[in-house]
């Protein structure tokens, strides 16, 4: 019989598991705290964008080129504090339904990994506090310790995050039959597909609507009452 250790739970991050979404949280905790960013002029060009229709691959992409000449570590020294100061606040910063099922998996034995369009820089300490191992996200190139505004590939959104799933998968010999995902968005799709075992975050929007033509077990998201939690 296969161990519990060779299952394992993708979560997807931003309104899956924490209740916002990190990456213009963070540009305007960068913003606030050092002055390195304008984080409303960063935030209205990406909203341009996703209104004119282009891909959220691309938007990404372009989220990202605002940190070229950044320094790394000044900037993973910030996602330190981000964190620090997200899990102390009073407002509720983690989705009940989503870090319920994180903890269920952990006890239950299975390897967790967290995959997102935001940057393994910022996320890093995310998982640490979550004590969580596995961390597939945004890979942003540095060059002599500075940014340079470009990502390796694949791209985290949409079928990037499939590829990396499976990559992830083939390296540990893990039947993606027996593994589980979750996710909040129709961009999930590719990664939710990918596992025996998906779960919608969110009682309303497409991927719900999605979710239960599926029959996959559909949670309550950010700000949503934790009624009858459906069992996997």
């Known amino acids: 019989m296969a161990s519990e250790a060779n299952v394992i739970a993708f979560f997807d991050v931003d309104e899956t598991l ?3 979404k990190s990456m213009f ?10 002055g ?14 996703s209104w004119q229709g282009v891909g959220r691959a691309r938007v990404n992409v372009a989220f990202w080129q605002n940190f070229a000449g950044m320094d790394r570590s000044v900037i993973q020294e910030a996602a330190r504090e981000w964190t620090d100061e997200k899990c102390r606040q009073a407002e509720p910063f983690f989705v009940p339904s989503g870090l319920a099922r994180l903890r ?13 369009g935001s940057a393994c820089d910022i996320l890093e300490p995310l998982a640490r506090h979550l ?17 340079s505004g470009e990502v390796l590939p694949p791209v985290m959104i949409g079928d990037g995050k499939r590829q990396a799933a499976a990559a992830l998968a083939a390296s540990r010999a893990v039947d993606l039959a027996r593994c589980y995902a979750y ?18 975050i969110g009682r309303h929007g497409d991927l719900a609507r999605f979710g239960r033509l599926r029959g996959w077990p559909v949670l309550p998201g950010p700000a949503e009452t934790a009624l009858s939690e459906p069992v996997a």
């Open 131 to 147: 004590a969580v191992p596995g961390l597939l996200a945004t890979r942003l190139v540095a060059e002599a310790g500075l940014y």
């Open 183 to 200: 996710g909040d968005h129709v961009s999930d799709l590719p990664l939710l597909d990918l596992v025996g075992h998906p779960h919608v």
């Open 104 to 116: 269920r998996h952990q006890d239950e034995g299975h390897h967790v990994a967290l995959v997102s």
């Open 25 to 34: 949280d963070f540009v305007e905790y960068l913003d606030r705290r050092r």
């Open 18 to 20: 924490i209740a916002t």
């Open 36 to 49: 390195l960013i304008d984080a409303q002029a960063v935030i209205a060009v990406i909203r341009r964008l």
